[in-house]
């Protein structure tokens, strides 16, 4: 079983910057690519970025693209975000994401192609 744990999250100001990371642990960790997903109360669960360890190929939200830059190390089982010139409507419990199986690059966008999901960190930035 796999389980990965986030860290990074924190309060900021509007403008300012936040790297999150993303480890897994448990059993032999291979996936096909990873993602970030963020929810706000009363909010459903979007789609923030992606990275599918072959290329590496990289895919991100529109509200995100510009500022938000997601890398990785798949032989440390870890995945980062880094966060830019952050406004106040990313307030959010960023979820870190795993899909050990390929598929086509387009479901990398929807939470339920993801087979393993962190716990979350907070992420709030002010005004």
């Known amino acids: 079983q796999v389980q990965l744990v986030e860290s990074g999250g924190g309060l900021v100001q509007a403008g300012g910057s936040l790297r999150l990371s993303c480890a897994a642990s448990?059993?032999?960790?291979?996936?096909?690519?990873m993602g970030w997903f963020r929810q706000a109360p009363g909010k459903e669960r979007e789609f923030v970025a992606a990275?599918?360890?072959?290329?590496?190929?990289?895919y991100y939200a529109d509200c995100v693209k510009g500022r938000f830059y997601i890398s990785g190390d798949n032989a440390k089982n870890t995945v980062y975000l880094q966060m830019n010139s952050l406004k106040p409507e990313d307030t959010a419990v960023h979820y870190c994401?795993?899909?050990?199986?390929?598929?086509?690059?387009?479901?990398?966008?929807?939470?339920?192609?993801?087979?393993?999901w962190g716990q979350g960190t907070q992420v709030t930035v002010s005004s």
């Open positions: 448990g059993r032999t960790f291979s996936s096909y690519a």
């Open positions: 990275i599918r360890w072959s290329g590496p190929n990289t």
């Open positions: 994401a795993a899909k050990m199986y390929g598929t086509i690059w387009s479901r990398l966008q929807r939470a339920d192609e993801y087979d393993y």
